[in-house]
C-alpha cells in the first residue's frame, strides 16, 4: 500500500493550495481518511478526516471553515482544500488511512491509521 502526498509549496499568507493524497495497493473507499500536519518543533496532530464512507467529517479548530478534506473514489484520491492560509500552517502535510474497522472515536484522537503517506511541505509566508 502507497500513499503519494503531493501538492505542497511556498505560498503567502492568505493564498490557497491543494494537497493530493493517491493510493495504490489499497481502495480508500471505506476507510477512514486523514491529514497530519507537524511542524518544527511540534508534535504531529490530526487537521482532518474523513470517516469511512464519507458520512462524517472532523476538523482541527484552527482550520474549521478553512480546510475541506474530500475523497474522489473514481481516482482512490483524497484531497485537502486549504485556503486563507496562515504562517501557523506551515508544517509538512501527510495523508493517512484507517480500516473500515476503526470507530470514530478512535480515529478523533488521530490513532488507528495504519497506512501513511509521505509528507509534502507547506510553507507559508507572513
Known amino acids: 500500500v502507497q500513499l503519494q502526498a503531493s501538492g505542497g509549496g511556498l505560498v503567502q499568507a492568505g493564498a490557497s493550495l491543494r494537497l493530493s493524497c493517491a493510493a495504490s495497493?489499497?481502495?480508500?473507499?471505506?476507510?477512514?481518511t486523514a491529514w497530519f500536519r507537524q511542524a518544527p518543533g511540534k508534535e504531529r496532530e490530526l487537521v482532518a478526516l474523513?470517516?469511512?464512507?464519507?458520512?462524517?467529517?472532523y476538523y482541527e479548530d484552527s482550520v474549521k471553515g478553512r480546510f475541506t478534506i474530500s475523497r474522489d473514489n473514481a481516482k482512490n484520491t483524497v484531497y485537502l482544500q486549504m485556503s486563507s492560509l496562515k504562517s501557523d500552517d506551515t508544517a509538512i502535510y501527510y495523508c493517512?488511512?484507517?480500516?473500515?474497522?476503526?470507530?470514530?472515536?478512535?480515529?478523533?484522537?488521530?490513532?488507528?491509521?495504519?497506512?501513511w503517506g509521505r509528507g509534502t511541505q507547506v510553507t507559508v509566508s507572513s
Open positions: 495497493g489499497r481502495t480508500l473507499r471505506r476507510d477512514t
Open positions: 493517512a488511512a484507517a480500516p473500515q474497522s476503526a470507530i470514530w472515536s478512535t480515529v478523533v484522537q488521530g490513532l488507528g491509521f495504519i497506512y
Open positions: 474523513l470517516f469511512r464512507s464519507g458520512g462524517s467529517t
